[in-house]
């Protein structure tokens, strides 16, 4: 078992964060009950938040970003995982108060792992990675709402980003007809390649509007939030379920409860970070049921430790297409 290994540590200074490639040994890892030879990471919306430090999310410093890894288990102490087991972690603040998953080793408590199901490679895992995670929770929520896909349409926005890409694979795969919201009409053709019907402009969504729109679509999935989530609500048909998971645009919510009272739409919040063990288990095995692993590896760009610092600005300025996998042993 080597003892050094490279990692992206994240420091604070007077001028801001300074981000750096540094080698390290295990006594640099935080507490935990498992050490996890890391395969792989990724790259989502709150790691370029984290990166370049646009919101406080690194709550302790020096700290190792990354707020997903899959790999193996070298060690472990927790009588729920052995070494040798693949294992998978998203959120429980890793990468916010806790080491994470830009590094080639990880500890952690065997409490926030989940073991890979048979059908999803390391390097898939993290193809999924939170963003992916996350888009299956909100098709779970829809579902748990009555949406099923008699009952029309599924909205998605922010669809070519890393949950959008992944939730039209999955909505489409189940059989759901998807209406795609995207800012970036050259992507038309990848988001009817993952399964989209319909292509519309973000901006018929993103400004203010009205408490109550046609009904338009039976259930969303919202990683927008502000006048976009507003607006998907104003557009649902009665009954219908709204699911939010991200706040590109805004934390706000500038709306009016009409849609809720006049059509009994349910607004369901999906949180990735702390959701039970239960649920993450599900989430896992459905993704090994019914996500497309072909129309996965369409949506992901593979890339090394090294290029992760950059990717941190490209995602918040909506550069980024899709899943990124990041190779933390290249």
Request: proline share 3%; charged share 20%; glycine share 14%.
């Amino acid at each position: 078992m080597t003892d050094t290994f490279r990692a992206i540590r994240v420091s604070k200074a007077e001028t801001g964060q300074t981000t750096e490639i540094v080698n390290l040994t295990t006594a640099d890892l935080m507490d935990g009950d498992v050490t996890v030879a890391v395969d792989y990471s990724t790259v989502n919306y709150k790691d370029g938040l984290a990166l370049t430090g646009a919101a406080p999310i690194i709550r302790s410093f020096p700290l190792i970003p990354g707020i997903d890894f899959a790999g193996t288990v070298e060690s472990s102490t927790n009588a729920g995982f052995k070494a040798g087991d693949r294992v998978v972690l998203n959120g429980y603040g890793v990468g916010e108060g806790h080491n994470g998953g830009y590094a080639q080793k990880a500890r952690v408590k065997g409490d926030w792992l989940v073991k890979l199901p048979a059908g999803i490679s390391n390097a898939h895992a993290m193809a999924i990675g939170t963003a992916g995670y996350t888009a299956m929770l909100c098709v779970l929520g829809l579902e748990h709402g009555g949406v099923t896909p008699d009952k029309g349409d599924i909205l998605v926005t922010g669809a070519a980003g890393g949950v959008g890409s992944v939730a039209i694979a999955l909505l489409s795969k189940l059989g759901y007809r998807v209406i795609a919201s995207t800012g970036r009409a050259s992507e038309a053709d990848y988001l009817k390649g993952l399964g989209a019907s319909e292509i519309i402009d973000r901006n018929e969504l993103s400004a203010a509007g009205r408490p109550l729109n046609k009904e338009r679509w039976a259930g969303v999935v919202d990683a927008v939030g502000s006048h976009t989530l507003v607006n998907a609500i104003a557009g649902t048909r009665y009954g219908g379920t709204v699911t939010a998971c991200g706040l590109a645009q805004g934390m706000d919510l500038p709306g009016s409860v009409a849609p809720f009272i006049l059509r009994g739409i349910t607004l369901a919040g999906i949180d990735s970070v702390n959701a039970p063990m239960t649920k993450r288990v599900q989430a896992w095995s459905r993704l090994a049921q019914d996500l497309d692993l072909k129309k996965l590896d369409a949506m992901t760009t593979r890339v090394k430790l090294a290029d992760v610092p950059a990717l941190g600005a490209e995602i918040l300025a909506g550069k980024v297409r899709g899943r990124i996998v990041v190779d933390v042993n290249a």
